[in-house]
């Protein structure tokens, strides 16, 4: 498979750095914020890290009622 987009530090990341890092390929390259998302998922698949989920910055833990009083 040829994957036409530019890396953001100029090189493939290896799957540690794809791990940690929101965004793997460089911006300048996209006209809008969909075209960037669709190819930061294709390069992820490619890489084979996890693609981030809408939800993934919330807690899958319940959260205290904090008006509860005890």
């Known amino acids: 498979m040829t994957f036409n987009y530019r890396w953001k530090n100029g090189s493939r990341p290896n ?3 794809a791990v940690r890092h929101k965004y793997l390929l ?3 390259q996209f006209e809008n914020e969909q075209d960037r998302q669709l190819a930061e998922e294709s390069a992820r698949r490619m ?3 996890p693609v981030p989920t809408l939800d993934e910055d919330k807690s899958v833990l319940p959260q205290a009622d904090p008006d509860r009083k005890i």
């Open 47 to 49: 890489l084979g890290v």
């Open 26 to 28: 460089d911006e300048s």
């Open 15 to 17: 799957r540690d750095e």
